[in-house]
């Protein structure tokens, strides 16, 4: 038995059998498998040609085995998830792994941290759509490659404090400041998926047409779902002087922070909330140049003065 086991290991061969005799623990059968797998040369395409042979063992064949053709009833994962979560990690599964891993409420902060200390890393693949399910496969990837949604990670995660603890969110939101917004979706998705969050978006369409990311998304949506603007943004005080808000940590310079400012105020101003549009952009003149900004809120106030004598003249 052993010595069969060392030939299958060494000629890479006889790759159907378990040799369940020997093997008594998950660690030998990973251990054995992953020696089973076969060097892939970056100048061919391993993936379309290895595995039209019969006899070679690719990675994305052992991660196939593993997540689909085993799976999680067979290693029983949701009595023992982190387990799985190893299985996963040891066959560079990452964004199985931490798909799997969030869908447990006490374990997806880590899930959540480890999504984001491997995007920093360079490590996790991402979908090209925002709706994406948390994790999805392309049909062009090589087998055995998954993408991770991380837009869909964080709101998952942030939305059971994006109200009580805004700032707390905003940090999360952050990350997202390098995936830019857009409308494009999977030919499979549901056109009426969202994103899932605590938060409404309703300014994805506004946004998109003015290529801004996905952080800046999530602060409109976040204002306009608390309205703690004087919290989030900051607010005038006296002297006319601008109080810092949380946004103001993310903010490298004075002129984008007044562009999210007036990003928000645009959002509010398009969904008819008028007052607080105007507010904002009086906000949004006190970081630089006050006369833009000024001017637009001057036109706001005419409007809503005009659209309130012309409901006093009709009522009288």
């Given amino acids: 038995l052993y010595f069969r086991l060392t030939y299958s290991i060494i000629g890479q061969c006889d790759l159907t ?6 093997i008594s623990n998950i660690d030998d059968f990973l251990w054995i ?23 070679t063992f690719t990675l994305g064949q052992l991660q196939t085995l593993l997540y689909e053709t085993y799976g999680e009833v067979h290693f029983d994962a949701w009595s023992q998830p982190l387990v799985f979560f190893k299985i996963l990690c040891l066959t560079q599964q990452y ?39 948390l994790v999805v496969r392309n049909d062009y990837d090589p ?32 990350m997202l400041s390098d ?3 857009t409308t494009e979706k ?20 506004h946004l998109t047409a003015k290529g801004q990311n996905l952080f800046v998304q999530c602060v409109c949506e976040l204002a306009l779902a608390n ?16 109080k810092p ?11 984008s922070r007044r562009e999210l400012i007036r990003t928000v105020a645009d959002v509010f101003e398009s969904t008819g909330q008028v007052v607080e549009a105007i507010h904002l952009y009086l906000l949004a003149s006190s970081c630089g140049d006050p006369k833009p900004d000024v001017l637009v809120s001057v036109t706001l106030i005419n409007t809503v003065l005009s659209s309130v004598i012309v409901t006093s003249d009709l009522g009288s």
């Avoid at 998952?156 to 009580?164: A, V, W």
């Fill in 179 to 181: 995936i830019p917004i």
């Fill in 95 to 133: 964004e199985a792994a931490i798909g799997f891993l969030a869908r447990f409420e006490q374990l997806r902060c880590h899930a959540v941290h480890i999504a984001l200390v491997l995007r920093d890393l360079h490590m996790l693949l991402l979908p090209n759509w925002l709706h994406a399910p």
């Fill in 143 to 174: 087998t055995g490659f998954r993408r991770l949604n991380l837009a869909r990670l964080i709101m998952l995660y942030t939305r059971k404090f994006e109200f009580t603890d805004p700032e707390k969110a905003l940090m999360y939101y952050y």
């Fill in 227 to 242: 309205k703690e603007l004087d919290l989030l943004l900051g607010c005038v005080g006296e002297n006319d002087i601008r």
């Fill in 17 to 22: 059998e378990n040799h369940s005799d020997i």
């Fill in 33 to 55: 498998k992953i020696s089973q797998v076969i060097a892939q040369e970056p100048s061919e395409s391993v993936v379309a040609s290895k595995n039209s042979m019969d006899d």
């Fill in 186 to 205: 999977s030919p499979e998705e549901d056109s009426n998926a969202t994103i899932p969050s605590g938060l409404y978006n309703t300014s994805l369409e």
């Fill in 245 to 255: 808000g949380a946004i103001d940590r993310f903010c490298r310079s004075v002129e």
